[in-house]
């Protein structure tokens, strides 16, 4: 997508296509992103009630689809569950998993990273996050990719039913555990807890938003090691330089590649009429290669000092989980060069990307490991 965005920046900024407002700047998508009183992320406000009713009866909208006032609160009570340090405190957990991947990696010598490093470890990791047992970990896995597959195409009704009342199960008032769910099951702000709908709820958005997300940063990150191997051999010998590419990988090529909101009123956007309930599709891939913004954006350099950039999104919806995504991503590449020598790749071709205009990955990525 990269050509048409910068044809974009460069003709059409801000352009209209019926109801639907396509926005590729920095500055712009920043101040949209900053006014959420303007710009609406409740979406299910402009659903049809039978819809939004269906949805509603066993979880409520994640807080991603929320505004203010509900979405603060939502955000304080889950925020305090998840918060952090809870994620600091998986890390050697999530180094013996990602170990492992990569030593299996180097044994088979020729391996998909997909399926083989990128894919396993966020689901691994938060399926012992909310304390799914090793015997429901099959089952567990089947309902998260049937939610992948259903992003961008109207939600799974039947397996958000089943996975909610999976969770329903597993929520004690009493809890002593450590175990997300159970935190969420305690947690208490201003005298108000989570409901089981609300506990539900967020459970699946953890797996909706992080799984995926996560897979493709780790793969996003290894192509453009590929890409640049004088990067990879000198992290290798340096291995602070691994949260810098990791940066770089989430500006150059953004997991996540638009998000949207809704205008609750009528106004004007550089220039450009945006009426009330106009669709306003945010390009955060093409913000974060905006020249104005990064010098030289359209090329990969992990030593950059611009740091800002919007893959995690911006404001009130900021990435609830973006310590844990960095925690992954940069454990997986540190585990990944010390077992991994050198690597060739076998180039993707187009018809191997994800087939989303949200997200940008790939579903399958060959390599061959170098011994010496
Ligand atoms: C929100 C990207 C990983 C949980 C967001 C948003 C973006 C994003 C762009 C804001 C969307 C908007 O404003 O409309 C990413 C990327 C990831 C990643 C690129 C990985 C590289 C994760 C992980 C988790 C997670 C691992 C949790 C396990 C969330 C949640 C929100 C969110 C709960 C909603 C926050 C709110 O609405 O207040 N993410 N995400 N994400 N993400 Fe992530």
């Known amino acids: 997508p990269f050509e048409w965005y910068r044809e974009m920046r460069k003709n059409s900024p801000v352009y209209r296509e019926g109801n639907m407002i396509h926005?590729?700047?920095?500055?712009t998508i920043s101040k949209i992103l900053s006014d959420h009183q303007n710009f609406s992320?409740?979406?299910r406000?402009?659903?049809?009630?039978?819809?939004?009713?269906?949805?509603n009866e066993k979880t409520t909208p994640s807080i991603l689809l929320l505004d203010p006032p509900l979405h603060t609160t939502l955000r304080g009570l889950v925020g305090s569950a998840f918060t952090p340090r809870s994620i600091e405190l998986f890390e050697p957990r999530i180094r013996e998993i990602a170990r492992m991947l990569a030593h299996a990696i180097v044994e088979k010598e020729n391996s998909d990273i997909v399926s083989d490093l990128s894919y396993q470890l966020p689901i691994r990791v938060i399926s012992e996050m909310l304390g799914v047992p090793e015997s429901d970990s099959e089952i567990f896995r089947d309902w998260s990719d049937k939610l992948a597959t259903s992003l961008g195409r109207g939600p799974d009704i039947e397996t958000q039913y089943d996975m909610a009342d999976y969770f329903y199960k597993k929520i004690d008032r009493n809890s002593k555990g450590n175990n997300l769910i159970s935190r969420l099951s305690t947690v208490e702000m201003d005298g108000r807890k989570l409901s089981d709908k609300e506990i539900a709820g967020f459970a699946i958005l953890l797996l909706v938003a992080g799984n995926e997300t996560t897979t493709n940063l780790i793969t996003n990150a290894i192509l453009s090691l590929y890409d640049h191997p004088e990067i990879y051999n000198e992290m290798r010998k340096t291995p602070s330089l691994i949260p810098g590419v990791v940066e770089e990988t989430l500006r150059y090529r953004s997991p996540v590649q638009s998000t949207r909101r809704y205008s609750k009123i009528d106004t004007e956007i550089e220039g450009e009429e945006i009426l009330k309930n106009d669709i306003l599709a945010l390009?955060?891939?093409s913000a974060n290669r905006d020249e104005e913004a990064f010098e030289d954006g359209e090329s990969f350099n992990p030593y950059r000092k611009e740091k800002r950039h919007m893959a995690f999104g911006q404001g009130i919806h900021f990435c609830l989980g973006a310590p844990l995504a960095r925690l992954e991503a940069r454990i997986a590449l540190e585990e990944f060069s010390k077992a991994v020598p050198g690597f060739e790749i076998e180039k993707p071709s187009p018809d191997d990307r994800i087939d989303s205009d949200i997200m940008y990955g790939f579903r399958k990525l060959n390599l061959k490991v170098n011994r010496s």
């Open 41 to 43: 992320s409740q979406f």
């Open 283 to 285: 390009y955060l891939g």
């Open 23 to 27: 926005i590729f700047k920095y500055n």
């Open 45 to 55: 406000d402009l659903l049809g009630e039978e819809m939004a009713a269906m949805l």
